[in-house]
């Protein structure tokens, strides 16, 4: 099983070069931003963000409860707040504006460094303004998300996802309408255990994730069987090499070789909630053969418990 502790270690190094990324030019109108691979700072980039917060509110990274941190993400969260749209919603600058999915995808990156950094608040200051620089994104994008709409299959998913994490944080959000409207669509998902992108290489692991947050925090156990579904499938489409199949993709994946590294979360979640070692084994060997196995870290900030149990 995918131990905590090297992972800790992997983010130490990963913080680094996050650090490295962010603008610091207080004259610059992308202070406090992220650059990404395409030299852009969108405020989308705010996910950035998630990294730093697991680093300081963690007692085994080498920056817990750093000052230099805490503030990196106070600019953070300012640049966030200056770029945002009126709807609360963000831009992804290559494909989207003001666009409710993407926002989702900002949420669920945050929110479970704030429902991390809420469990220290009565013991740390840095933490209590953390939990209320990132909370506030989440909050003021919720009526963005509700109105927005989505833009592909996996999007309606993400923002169930988001949707229930912000009223878990704020109960007085009034989202669970569109939760239910969302859910009582029924999952795309056919007799194989195929969602309906088909995209082994990317977007499959987007739905796995989604309906993994969303059961938790909704108390909704009937949405991880599609994910053990597909993650049964998913096993079928490897190569011997772990790379996937992805002829059937229907999005930017089709055709290409790699090995689905995106999935290893799913099956490691898996793994623990229902005692599999099947799932365990899945995502060691996608995280051997697929590189850092940090996109699982999440799962042990949500999940404390776990961390000492493989």
Known sequence: MIEYAPLVGELDQQVVGVLTRQVLDAESPYCGGFMDGDRLV??????????????????????????????????????????????????????????APDTGFVVQAIAPVVFAARQQVAEDAGAAAIAEALGELIQTGAPGMVAGGFHTPNHRWVLVAALAQAQALYPELTVSETVDAYLGEGIDINADGEYSERSTGVYNAVVNRALIRAAQVLARPDLLEPVRRNLDLSYHLLHADATAVTSISKRQDRDTRAVPTGLADGYHALAHLDGNGFYA?????????????????????LHPEWRTTY
Request: net charge negative; glycine share 8%.
């Open 42 to 99: 969108g405020s989308q980039s705010i996910s950035a963000v998630a990294s730093l917060g697991y680093a300081y509110l963690l007692d085994e990274s080498c920056h817990y409860r750093s000052e230099e941190v805490l503030q990196r993400i106070l600019l953070a969260a300012e640049f966030a707040r200056r770029h945002r749209k009126p709807s609360g919603c963000f831009d992804l600058l290559t494909t989207n504006f003001d666009s």
């Open 281 to 301: 084994a899945m995502a060691d060997l996608l995280v051997a053969r697929g590189g850092s196995g940090l996109i699982c870290l999440p799962n042990y900030v």
